[in-house]
């Protein structure tokens, strides 16, 4: 995927007034010693009221002939002003369950529909500096429905996602490739190919 016209063309500071996802707060506490401290960080102002987490990232396995294939997008990102390799993922809606929001966005920026098999606990992303968190919701996708043959993905008018597969088994050693390509990698995606290297290595099951 070609970043085409996208790229940064100027950083400023934001206001809190003019944040509309997210605000820098300074919490006072007191540590493990006794001694009060300040801690500077991220806050997420889209939760939705009475929801635990802000999203899900989705494991959605293709079976093949040749092996199972995993189903991943490549997606512009301008914090870090380039095209980022990622898990499907996305905010959870108001009323809705991780498994519910994971099937809905899966549909919406693949075009895939998926049934929820596996959800895991919250887990949060960078706790050093945001409270933002989700669960990573495990998906089965049946190819050989008539719903999965003609996708339509149906993204928002400001994403521009390419979505594409590869084999499970050479997730660890494609993130390489895709790292010494210039690709951003997210977290979630690495750190889920390194479990899998790993688990190779030690022929763990």
């Known amino acids: 995927m070609s970043q085409g016209k996208a790229r940064v063309i100027s950083t400023e500071l934001l206001p809190n007034s003019e944040a509309e996802w997210k605000r820098l707060v300074k919490t006072t506490y007191i540590g493990q010693d006794g001694v009060t401290r300040t801690w500077e960080h991220a806050e997420r102002t889209t939760r939705p009221k009475g929801s635990a987490f802000d999203g899900v990232s989705v494991i959605a396995i293709l079976e093949k002939d040749t092996g199972r294939e995993i189903l991943l997008e490549k997606q512009y990102r301008p914090p870090l002003d380039k095209t980022c390799i990622e898990l499907p993922a996305g905010l959870v809606d108001k009323g809705e369950?991780?498994?519910?929001?994971?099937?809905?966005?899966?549909?919406?920026?693949?075009?895939?529909?998926?049934?929820?098999?596996?959800?895991?606990?919250?887990?949060?992303?960078?706790?050093?500096?945001?409270?933002?968190?989700?669960?990573?919701?495990?998906?089965s996708v049946d190819t050989s429905l008539p719903e999965n043959q003609n996708l339509k993905p149906e993204p928002e008018e400001n994403e521009f996602i390419e979505v594409f597969h590869v084999k499970l088994d050479d997730l660890w050693d494609e993130c390489l490739r895709w790292e010494a390509q210039g690709y951003a990698l997210d977290a979630r995606l690495a750190s889920f190919a390194k479990g899998i290297q790993v688990a190779q290595k030690y022929g763990l099951k």
């Open 97 to 139: 369950t991780a498994e519910q929001a994971a099937v809905r966005e899966l549909k919406e920026e693949t075009g895939y529909v998926a049934q929820a098999l596996t959800t895991s606990p919250i887990m949060f992303n960078d706790p050093g500096f945001c409270n933002t968190n989700f669960k990573l919701v495990e998906v």
